[in-house]
């Protein structure tokens, strides 16, 4: 259920016409010239038929022609014009004639050779010293024909010699417009030749310079410098969406929205706003997506289009879908499909029909599911759509299947397979193949069933980078997540514990640091770091090809994602080569299980936790054994548990009673594998909320007994077991913000951080700390410690942030994409005394997102943060105590320990001192 949230950008801008169109007309005779010179290539089928009419008045009525879009006309009188002496005689009102004939021609279906000759007779005729404004505008105007035609090298070529031109323009106003200009051309090359990174600098900087324009500049100048602006915060705004960058795009779309209504541009409103809603939609948001829809609705009634109307009942469709509201989706969906069906959209159809189909087989009403899922698999057949044919293949086959004819579903999926393994589109075809074993186990094919599905895992494995793509759903686990526990359900039973560890990591380890990145071989670090950085890359590609393919599929976009992919397959290929041979072959994934095990030694042991459908598991791994143990609770009950304990409605005096219940419930059956050994957990979905140091046995709580320190995944753990223990003295950086006006005043926070700065030496204390005042300090710092507010996002992690002083970079919120994009280079321990600053996403698939794991993704060894909103005065005091400890050369597991069993001594409760957690090595 996804609508087609295409990338429409604006059209072309002022820039390129309004100096045109008075230079011709002051420059050409106004008497009328019959002489004519040689049609040139690009007025073939433009007869000159204007033979009583001026030239100046000929160039005036084009303006007007092309205005009202009757581009046929306005090019016929252009032709006449270029063709005649009074224009001929001064080169640059020819070379101008033929640049506004090239954007025209530009705009028009099949027209692109004529308006690359049209564009090369504007750049012959143009004398570059006296007119470079005019030059320049030819040659991005050529560059942009190439880029269009997909010559990206050519196009390079033309706009670079553009922004040589350019910059020797005499007016400041000028060369900063058509410089923004420029800009707007490179990002859009770098969007399809080079890094995510390069593209967003260049929308940057054309922003940057159509600010310059100054008030005082022409007013076509001005008009050139809005509509640049409008463009390159179009552009930044889409390349974020498209990358998955979420929580920025939401920034970017609100600030395009409000451009648009400050410059009354009614359609670019309704696209800035029609992408908010999908951005919403991506992060499940769909209550606030919906509450977009009538201002949507309003935009649409005042600049008629059914084809706007369309897209927004896809969407509102979408929501309706995803909130459960079923019988409300239907009707937009079939109001779209009616559009889409008279206009012969087929493309747009048959994503409308399956979306159809999907929602009457969830109602049970499978006869006209079958019938809308037949309907669009025609349309897929005509657009040689061959991934789109897949799904609806699949989507046929899970529809036998939920009938009860297993043969029938069988066959469907072979022919998806068949189809789709010629397809660039490994994660669809993956699930294809995911979906026959799962029938196949079902059907007690087992060794067939096995083989299917090891296939399947190992294709999700080597392009897990691919995640969230649109062609899946915003969620790629939600339709993967079946065939990983058919495999591990089908380990299980043959008593393989370690594959079925396997498995329960893979699932996890989709979205973590690379696992090879964290292996304790210099050599293999080095290259999982360059294949980290490689898949980020292609990862970038794969997502903006992939969003092509689905909004014109075809052969075409079907190489564009096989040219992608195969940036990955090169990324996987070296990295493979680095690792040595055992490891490639081990378990399903790169990270060797008994390498985990030698590094544990006889005094640590993993506890790793998964959910499934119905069942939770526990995985004990020891230097000895792997054990797979079923834990005796069902996941309600245990998710009732920890909601429970986190009301904190125990008296003080006692032993919270859930602490015991999930002592007994999640340590319990591993203590005859694991003894009295430290802990290292992985916790999954709720179980991200379970403060472990504070679970009791009966006797001590487990803080008094053991060491405890949670990781991300198998991978992160053998990162911190073969770290060692690191001493944390020097170069602190202690930032505060207590008193944000829109938040209540933290009354130790300033304290706190002086009191702790004082313990290590060469350390620094920011008081107010604002994001300018993070990122100076931040990335050369031993220590990090943030007294701040902070706001947990259980359900949109992206968007969970740190409160610090709102002055300097901008709103003072550092978000998780912020912290992401800033390294901490010195590997430091990272201390967030922060409300609830350790929760993240709360979901059955994947590993935390929250503040805390973004600063490990930054770089950080190690993270302490808090997982409920912390006392202040409490805090400060165990906040004191630890780096007390620090101070004194202690390592922060054993210093938090310490002072929690300080705090202890002042008071019991685990509210006042458990709230912390700590991931780091142990």
């Not at 009525?61 to 006449?80: I, M, V």
């Not at 010629?422 to 994660?427: D, K, R, V």
């Not at 119905?614 to 609770?633: C, Q, Y």
Request: aromatic fraction near 6%; include cysteine; glycine fraction near 6%.
């Amino acid at each position: 259920m996804r609508a087609n949230a295409c990338r429409r950008r604006p059209a072309g801008l002022a820039l390129r016409i309004q100096p045109i169109l008075a230079a011709c007309v002051s420059a050409c005779s106004l008497s009328i010239a019959l002489a004519h010179v040689a049609e040139p290539t690009w007025c073939v089928g433009q007869a000159p038929s204007y033979a009583d009419v001026a030239s100046a008045a000929l160039l005036l009525q084009a303006t007007q022609d092309a205005s009202r879009g009757e581009n046929d006309s306005a090019l016929g009188r252009l032709c006449t014009a270029y063709m005649r002496r009074d224009v001929q005689r001064d080169p640059q009102v020819a070379g101008n004639v033929a640049n506004f004939a090239g954007t025209i021609l530009f705009r028009g279906p099949g027209n692109l050779d004529a308006a690359m000759a049209a564009f090369r007779d504007a750049i012959s005729h143009t004398d570059v010293r006296r007119h470079p404004s005019e030059a320049a505008t030819a040659h991005v105007n050529l560059g942009n024909a190439f880029y269009r035609r997909g010559a990206y090298p050519d196009a390079r070529l033309e706009v670079d010699t553009s922004g040589q031109i350019a910059n020797t323009i005499p007016n400041a106003d000028l060369r900063n417009a058509v410089l923004a200009t420029i800009a707007i051309k490179r990002g859009l090359l770098a969007e399809a030749t080079d890094t995510v990174e390069a593209a967003a600098a260049q929308y940057q900087d054309a922003l940057r310079l159509a600010a310059m324009v100054s008030d005082q500049a022409e007013p076509n100048v001005r008009a050139a410098a809005t509509n640049t602006r409008g463009e390159a915060m179009h552009n930044l705004a889409g390349l974020q969406s498209t990358t998955g960058r979420y929580a920025e795009a939401i920034r970017s779309w609100l600030e395009l929205r409000d451009w648009a209504r400050a410059n009354r541009s009614d359609v670019t409103e309704y696209w800035a706003t029609y992408s908010l809603m999908t951005a919403y939609q991506d992060l499940e948001r769909h209550r606030e997506a919906l509450a977009l829809a009538p201002a949507l609705d309003d935009l649409q009634r005042r600049s008629p289009d059914a084809g706007l109307r369309a897209s927004t009942q896809m969407a509102r469709a979408r929501s309706f879908y995803a909130l459960g509201q079923l019988d409300a989706a239907m009707p937009p969906l079939k109001e779209a499909a009616s559009y889409f069906a008279d206009q012969r959209m087929v493309n747009e159809l048959a994503q409308a029909l399956n979306s159809m189909g999907l929602l009457a087989m969830s109602q049970g009403r499978a006869a006209q599911a079958r019938e809308a899922f037949t309907r669009a698999l025609e349309g897929r057949l005509v657009l040689k759509d061959r991934v789109g044919e897949g799904l609806t293949l699949n989507a046929l086959a899970d529809l036998a299947w939920r009938e009860g004819d297993a043969d029938a579903a069988v066959d469907l999926l072979q022919q998806a397979v068949q189809v789709l393994q010629a397809t660039p589109a490994p994660l669809v075809y993956a699930r294809a193949l995911g979906s026959l074993g799962v029938v196949l186990q079902d059907q007690g094919k087992k060794q067939q069933a096995r083989d299917v599905l090891e296939r399947a895992v190992d294709l999700l494995w080597r392009y897990r980078a691919v995640r969230q793509s649109s062609l899946l759903g915003a969620n790629e686990n939600d339709h993967v997540r079946p065939i990983y526990n058919a495999l591990l359900q089908d380990y299980l039973a043959d008593g393989d514990d370690k594959r079925a560890l396997s498995i329960a990591e893979q699932v996890r380890a989709a979205g973590v640091r690379s696992d090879a990145s964290v292996s304790p071989d210099t050599a293999l670090r080095t290259a999982g770091d360059r294949y980290s950085k490689a898949l980020a890359r292609a990862r970038d590609r794969v997502f903006r090809a992939m969003r092509s393919q689905e909004e014109e599929p075809g052969p075409a976009a079907e190489q564009a994602v096989a040219v992608a992919l195969r940036e990955i397959d090169a990324a996987v290929a070296q990295l493979e080569l680095a690792l040595p041979a055992e490891q490639r072959k081990d378990s399903g994934f790169p990270v060797l299980l008994s390498s985990v095990q030698r590094a544990l030694g006889s005094s640590r042991a993993l506890l790793l936790y998964h959910k499934t459908e119905d069942s939770w598991l526990l995985f004990a791994v020891t230097d000895g054994s792997i054990k797979a143990i079923p834990l005796e609770i069902k996941p309600p009950v245990l998710s009732g548990l920890v909601t429970s304990f986190r009301e904190f409605s125990w008296d003080d005096g006692a032993v919270p009673p859930e602490l015991k219940a999930l002592y007994a419930v999640l340590i319990k059956p591993a203590i005859p594998s694991v003894g009295t050994r430290d802990l290292i957990v992985v916790p999954s979905a709720e179980l991200n909320q379970v403060p472990f140091v504070a679970l009791h046995d009966g006797q001590d709580y487990v803080a008094q007994t053991r060491l405890v320190t949670q990781a991300l995944g198998v991978g992160h753990a053998l990162q911190l077991l073969t770290a060692g223990l690191p001493v944390h003295d020097a170069r602190g950086v202690f930032l505060s913000a207590a008193a944000v006006s829109t938040m209540p005043a933290l009354s130790h926070a300033d304290a706190e951080a002086r009191y702790a700065a004082d313990k290590l030496p060469n350390s620094r204390v920011a008081l107010d700390a604002s994001l300018q005042t993070y990122f100076s300090l931040a990335p050369g710092a031993s220590v990090i410690h943030i007294a701040a507010h902070a706001v947990a996002d259980t359900a949109h992690p992206l968007l969970s942030r740190i409160v610090l002083m709102p002055a300097g970079l901008g709103d003072g919120l550092l978000s998780v994409s912020d912290i992401r994009r800033a390294p901490l280079n010195a590997r430091p321990l990272v201390v967030l005394s922060a409300c609830e600053s350790g929760i993240g996403r709360v979901r059955s698939d994947e590993s935390v997102q929250a503040l805390s794991s973004a600063f490990l993704q930054a770089g950080a060894d190690a993270v302490i943060a808090s997982l409920w909103l912390v006392d202040d005065a409490s805090t400060s005091s165990l906040m004191g105590d630890f780096y007390e400890a620090l101070a004194n050369r202690m390592a922060p597991p054993l210093a938090l320990r310490a002072a929690m069993q300080r705090a202890m001594k002042r008071n019991p409760h685990p509210f006042y001192w458990a709230a912390f957690t700590y991931t780091g090595p142990l």
